[in-house]
């Protein structure tokens, strides 16, 4: 098979600067936030599965994150008309999903809608950037620390979002904040050596506390956290961990355990584990553990009443390196089923790590290549299409050389010659203020359109007339959009005659593009399943031409996977809820409903070659359902089970990112994620749960049971010839096998009949695993036999990011 293994994509992830899990009173979500303003959902639930990507813009890199989830009411008794009302109203407000917030150093913080992923409501800093952001712990109000030393209050109860109050100013930046246990006072670390205690309600500073510093220079305090007993720790520019006691105020512990600015901190549960780490890239973890106490002359022995005295103290329990830059950001969850230290930094990739058995443990990087692939192609015309931040590149692939003899008698691995090499035949860079957050080409490579969440742009793109071999961009400015919102998915039929929106408001759009020369775009229709519409038109379909309430007091779900048949007669879309439905675009008409999978899809793929929409799920189970028959496929039936599926299969860690079809072999299909590629055969089982589906390990286990076929041959012949047993042409080959009966009689059997009935055969694998491959972006074939891999090497990251550091020890 010849493949096509692209590296050339330019796509660099942004780096990571900071990270914040959901409270203890709703279901555990990590928001990530990078330098490029995304914001990322991810779900530790379902083997950290990415939920939804709130796209940025430039210049609005996330620096604090905040998530708040009010579980009280701020009402008095007396506006309740009945303690029913009162229960009915507290009930609706912890049902209510939780509000997440963001800030940077625009000066602006912004409420965000986690549905339809657009800000819900922004309001001004009132003083330049903001450096640390923090709710308290009943969740109604955002404190925010500020570039001009001021630390300010929002009030967000009952979903508001409205300034409250600022205090005194200080003379210099805050750059960390926490909150006291009760809420009535915080605690922040600012730039000049020092951290300050505040007194919430009269708004003005009752303490302060100072750090070691240089001759000359100020130590920046980058974190502060407050203990559940109310003792404060905090890290420095320094390499400083320091231990302050609540009530004195006093320092009562400091280690000097990293080599460059500690940026950040974690807090167990219960106060009794600590982390830190910075930009010498150690995880750190302090414990605190209980010490007899020492007497004056250093030695154990102290006594209180009589008895030995114990004391707590913190101690360094363990280090770790994860990360090859500095680490911006940790986050630690140890309820909800979920004990978790996640980290991240300047490398662009979190590391995910049990937190109670730290540090001995084994870490898992999750892939730095995003979960939903920003890579599209074109087969005919082998256009293959990447999306960045503010603008797509379109790449001609190359061309091999035939090969002098079949793919199959060729080594794995083995480099073709080009006759014509890849080729970047189109940049385009867009001014829109925010990034871009789907894209795709059409079959004939004469459409491209491009959206962010508050509009979709389309392009003609045809070969200059008078410059053969350029091409002319030519935008649509009669196209209309989507009533002015933004896409989160598109997708053209493969005719190129129409294009499909799943907007920001949850509805599926049919455009009609066949009329372009006119300039005319017609909508033919919109889908409102994904939004639970209760209005129903009598085609039985969803009329969404007005604004509609929604099922139940539900809610839009945002649309996430998207995809058209290969005869461009069936759409498939699916929701966050696992809401998949399949429309045919003949008709126009809602066709099937499928059912709810338990674990949330990673994407709909339709089988070129039959009506099977193939679903991969974050478990790694992957459905074949038949939209013609409105049922799982014969197959699907019997194997599409985490009981039938093979165990090595379901445990990769990296989940399924994509499905691919080779044309040459209709009825197979591959499985894809950030470092494999699986290979499955329809026409056979799952095979043996138990099996091994690596490629190259199966190799060697194959000549391993060889060789100890050989050598148990060779014992055979030794033991026959010393009872003198004359050789046999059968016996030297091996195909037949000498039975003993008693001293002197002897009978011959087949080798297969011998081992058949000595040991079960062996059912015949499937899921064959290939690990050959650098992290993939992309995969899929433009041609029998011809496979297009786009892969991101981490090592071409690490070239794009800046020396780390490093400290010259004695001796190197």
């Known amino acids: 098979m010849e493949v096509h293994r692209c590296r050339f994509v330019d796509y660099v992830p942004a780096a990571i600067n900071a990270l914040t899990f959901t409270p203890t009173s709703t279901r555990p979500i990590l928001a990530c936030g990078r330098a490029n303003g995304d914001i990322e959902l991810w779900n530790p639930k379902n083997d950290w599965t990415v939920e939804k990507i709130i796209p940025g813009g430039k210049n609005t890199s996330v620096e604090a994150l905040a998530w708040a989830h009010q579980t009280t009411l701020t009402e008095d008794e007396d506006f309740w008309d009945s303690p029913a009302e009162k229960q009915a109203a507290l009930k609706t407000l912890t049902k209510a999903p939780p509000r997440l917030f963001s800030a940077g150093l625009n000066a602006v913080v912004t409420e965000w809608d986690t549905t339809s992923l657009k800000p819900k409501r922004s309001v001004d800093s009132h003083g330049g950037a903001v450096w640390c952001m923090a709710t308290n712990h009943a969740n109604t109000i955002l404190a925010v620390g500020c570039e001009d030393g001021c630390l300010r209050l929002f009030d967000i109860a009952d979903g508001e979002l409205t300034f409250l109050r600022s205090f005194d100013k200080q003379k210099t930046r805050i750059l960390s904040l926490a909150w006291s246990p009760d809420d009535k006072s915080m605690v922040t670390g600012s730039a000049n050596s020092s951290m300050y205690k505040w007194n919430v309600e009269l708004g003005r500073v009752v303490q302060r506390m100072t750090v070691d510093r240089v001759a000359g220079e100020d130590t920046l305090v980058w974190a502060v956290k407050v203990l559940p007993n109310g003792d404060m720790v905090s890290g420095d520019s320094l390499g400083h961990v320091k231990f302050w006691d609540a009530t004195t105020l006093?320092?009562?512990?400091?280690?000097n355990s990293h080599g460059a600015d500690v940026l950040c901190l974690a807090v167990g549960r219960d106060g009794t584990s600590v982390f830190s780490s910075g930009v010498d890239r150690k995880c750190n973890q302090y414990r605190l553990v209980n010490q007899p106490t020492l007497n004056k002359a250093g030695k154990k022995g102290?006594?209180?009443n009589g008895k030995s005295g114990m004391t707590n103290k913190w101690v360094l329990a363990g280090s770790r390196v994860f990360h090859s830059h500095d680490v911006r950001a940790l986050a630690l969850e140890?309820?909800?089923?979920?004990?978790?230290?996640?980290?991240?930094?300047?490398?662009?990739?979190?590391?995910?790590?049990a937190a109670t058995p730290f540090p001995d443990i084994n870490q898992h990087r999750l892939p730095h290549v995003p979960q939903r692939p920003v890579v599209s192609i074109s087969k005919s015309k082998r256009l293959m299409l990447c999306r960045q931040e503010h603008g797509v590149k379109v790449w001609r692939l190359g061309k091999s050389a035939a090969p002098t003899q079949p793919f199959s008698d060729l080594e794995i691995g083995a480099h073709m010659d080009l006759i014509e090499p890849h080729q970047a035949i189109l940049d385009m860079t867009f001014?829109?203020?925010?990034?871009l957050t789907a894209s795709a080409i059409s079959e004939d490579g004469h459409w491209i359109s491009v959206a962010t969440i508050e509009e979709v742009k389309l392009f003609r793109i045809d070969e200059s007339t008078t410059h053969p071999g350029q091409l002319t961009v030519k935008k649509q400015k009669s196209f209309p959009g989507v009533r002015g919102t933004g896409a989160h998915c598109l997708t053209f039929t493969p005719d190129g005659a129409r294009l499909i929106v799943a907007s920001t408001d949850s509805r599926v759009i049919v455009m009609d593009l066949s009329k372009w020369e006119t300039g005319k775009f017609d909508i033919l229709r919109q889908f409102g399943q994904h939004r639970g519409s209760r209005k129903i038109s009598k085609d039985n379909e969803m009329d969404i031409d007005e604004e509609e309430d929604l099922v139940g007091g539900g809610h839009a779900e945002t649309i996430v996977s998207m995809t058209v048949s290969a005869d461009g007669l069936w759409l498939a879309t699916g929701d966050l809820k696992n809401g998949i439905f399949v429309f045919n675009l003949d008709t126009l008409q809602l066709h099937a409903t499928l059912p709810k999978f338990d674990s949330p899809l990673t994407g709909l793929h339709f089988h070129p070659y039959s009506p099977t929409l193939v679903i991969p799920t974050a478990n790694n189970v992957f459905y074949l359902f038949n939209v013609e028959t409105r049922r799982l496929t014969d197959w699907s039936r019997e194997y599409s089970s985490d009981k039938r599926f093979p165990k090595k299969f379901l445990?990769?860690?990296?989940?399924i990112l994509g499905v691919a079809f080779n044309p040459a072999r209709k009825n197979t299909l591959l499985v894809w994620g950030a470092t494999y590629i699986c290979h499955v055969d329809l026409e056979k089982g799952a095979g043996d749960v138990d099996a091994i589906l690596n490629v190259g390990k199966r190799k060697r286990v194959d000549k391993a049971q060889e060789l100890l076929r050989k050598q148990a041959q060779e014992r055979r012949l030794k033991k026959y010839a010393a009872l003198g047993i004359e050789p046999m042409p059968e016996l030297?080959?091996?195909k037949a096998v000498v039975v003993l009966n008693g001293n002197k009689s002897r009978k011959v059997v087949t080798a297969a009949a011998h081992e058949a009935g000595t040991q079960k055969e062996e059912e015949e694998a499937n899921f064959l695993l290939l690990h050959k491959f650098q992290p993939l972006l992309f995969v899929d074939f433009v041609g029998d036999n011809s496979m297009v891999a786009v892969e991101l090497p981490f090592v071409k990251i690490l070239s794009t990011l800046p020396p780390s550091y490093y400290r010259a020890s004695y001796g190197t």
């Open 334 to 353: 140890q309820s909800r089923g979920v004990d978790t230290l996640v980290s991240g930094g300047v490398d662009v990739s979190m590391v995910v790590c």
């Open 732 to 734: 030297e080959t091996g």
């Open 250 to 255: 006093t320092m009562t512990q400091s280690f």
């Open 431 to 435: 001014k829109d203020d925010h990034n």
């Open 651 to 655: 445990d990769l860690k990296d989940k």
């Open 302 to 304: 102290a006594k209180t």
